[in-house]
């Protein structure tokens, strides 16, 4: 066997291409193989932001997610699709790796903060050469659009996930001073009850689709339903004091 390919996993930032880093940009003109995570049927934010940055010669490797929200993820039944849908993805590319092609995923935001291209890392570390390219998060590119400091001094930052029991979640955010909490979507009621019973709703601001054309940014309190986007977060900055 020839030499294998690097597998590079590119974070892509949290939607606007112009955040998109430089090295990231320069390594996705030159691959012959590109992969990126999709929703069936849909594009994929990581996709859409790297329009105009591939090498037009690439293979594009599209990743069909089996589930995004139709299921919990605590159902069984989404983990083991989901470990079939990662496993049956790394064999393909690492087929193309194998053949010495460099192969690069595409990841929104950071490739290890919440990001798909995980999986795949852990499957195929072991046996291949990968580089990992850091992408600005989400949760960055959000409270930059909103204008938020989130945290100063000694404020600590705590990130929370809106699946988390309601309990576990009040739990969390009274001991928090500064919060992100991520995986918003169809759990907003539970996480505006639980920020309201630790005095932090007036201080919470949601953001969907931050940085993207069709963002959107109020306060959580002034937010009159509880629908929310899958790329939608809530910030809520530390109450810090003045200097």
């Not at 949290?14 to 849909?42: C, N, Q, T, W, Y």
């Not at 989404?78 to 192969?103: C, H, I, K, N, T």
Request: hydrophobic residues 45%; proline residues 7%.
């Amino acid at each position: 066997m020839g030499m294998r390919g690097t597998l590079y996993g590119v974070g892509v930032g949290p939607g606007d291409p112009e955040l998109m880093s430089l090295k990231a940009a320069r390594i996705l003109k030159s691959v012959p193989v590109v992969a990126f995570f999709a929703k069936k049927g849909a594009t994929g934010n990581a996709r859409r932001a790297v329009d105009g940055h591939l090498n037009p010669e690439a293979e594009l490797v599209r990743l069909d997610y089996p589930f995004t929200t139709e299921l919990p993820e605590s159902d069984p039944h989404y983990r083991a699709a989901l470990a079939e849908f990662y496993d049956a993805a790394a064999a393909s590319l690492g087929a193309r790796l194998d053949r010495g092609q460099d192969v690069a995923v595409l990841c929104a935001g950071d490739p290890f903060f919440y990001g798909s291209y995980a999986h795949l890392h852990e499957r195929l570390a072991p046996t291949h050469v990968c580089e990992v390219i850091p992408g600005i998060t989400a949760m960055s590119g959000c409270w930059t659009r909103a204008l938020t400091p989130m945290t100063c001094g000694d404020e600590m930052l705590t990130v929370l996930s809106g699946t988390m029991p309601a309990e576990m979640l009040a739990h969390r955010l009274a001991g928090s001073d500064a919060v992100v909490i991520m995986k918003v979507g169809r759990n907003l009621a539970k996480i505006r009850q639980a920020l309201a019973h630790a005095g932090m709703l007036e201080r919470a601001i949601y953001v969907e689709r931050g940085t993207m054309p069709e963002e959107r940014i109020l306060r959580l309190a002034d937010k009159p339903d509880d629908e929310a986007a899958y790329f939608g977060i809530v910030l809520v900055p530390g109450a810090r004091k003045p200097l």
